[in-house]
Nanobody, 114 residues
Framework: QVQLVESGGDLVQPGGSLRLSCAAS????????MGWYRQAPGKQREVVAS???????NYADSVKGRFTISRDNAKNTVYLQMNSLQPEDTAAYYC????????WGQGTQVTVSS
């Protein structure tokens, strides 16, 4: 049974930073491409960053240069460092395999507002 547990979301002012974590269990974590997704109210869920088991990364244009995805295969955890946050980054953030394969976790809410 795959379980994904996201954490680290918060209310932050524009220009601030957050680090999200996603702990995975029940899978052979290191072999999968993992991604961070987000869903803003009234919008479709989108992938914002992905990372292969070997550490090759890819980013959506909207976050390139501001967000950094990383992973610790020993801890079955994927991270998302988010800098220079803007109001348009406000969303619920989720992790999952890329492409999506497992049931979603509960997500973690990021709100960027002054």
């Amino acid at each position: 049974q795959v379980q994904l547990v996201e954490s680290g979301g918060d209310l932050v002012q524009p220009g601030g930073s957050l680090r999200l974590s996603c702990a995975a269990s029940g899978i052979m974590f290191r072999i999968y491409v993992m991604g961070w997704y987000r869903q803003a109210p009234g919008k479709q869920r989108e992938v914002v960053a992905s990372i292969t088991g070997g550490g090759i990364t890819n980013y959506a244009d909207s976050v390139k240069g501001r967000f950094t995805i990383s992973r610790d295969n020993a801890k079955n955890t994927v991270y998302l460092q988010m800098n220079s946050l803007q109001p348009e980054d406000t969303a619920a953030y989720y992790c999952n395999r890329v492409p999506v394969f497992w049931s979603w976790g509960q997500g973690t809410q990021v709100t960027v507002s002054s």
